[in-house]
């Protein structure tokens, strides 16, 4: 995905944050979408890739990338920090 998509995305996550109401919730789809973006620089990294092997290790690590970041946001809404333990 090219940068400027990547962007036109993060802007558009961005405004949709403005809407929540709670810091929290922004937090929460603050993490998600940095998770998003580092995940689309892997696989156009993977699109690069000169291997097939380079190729499914960057994809892979696109995929994991993702789930940690939507189970930091869950835990983020959930009222926790990263680790499980109680953000209050």
């Not at 937090?27 to 190729?55: P, V």
Request: aromatic residues 2%; proline residues 1%; negative net charge.
């Amino acid at each position: 995905m090219k940068i400027t998509t990547v962007f036109a995305a993060a802007l558009g996550v961005a405004a949709l944050a403005a809407c929540n109401n709670t810091p929290q919730e922004q937090a929460a789809d603050n993490i998600e979408a940095n998770a998003e973006m580092k995940a689309e620089n892997l696989e156009e990294a993977a699109d690069n890739a000169t291997t097939e092997g380079g190729e499914d290790a960057l994809e892979n690590r696109a995929d994991a990338t993702r789930e940690t970041g939507e189970e930091a946001a869950d835990a983020t809404r959930d009222g926790m920090d990263a680790d499980g333990n109680s953000a209050n």
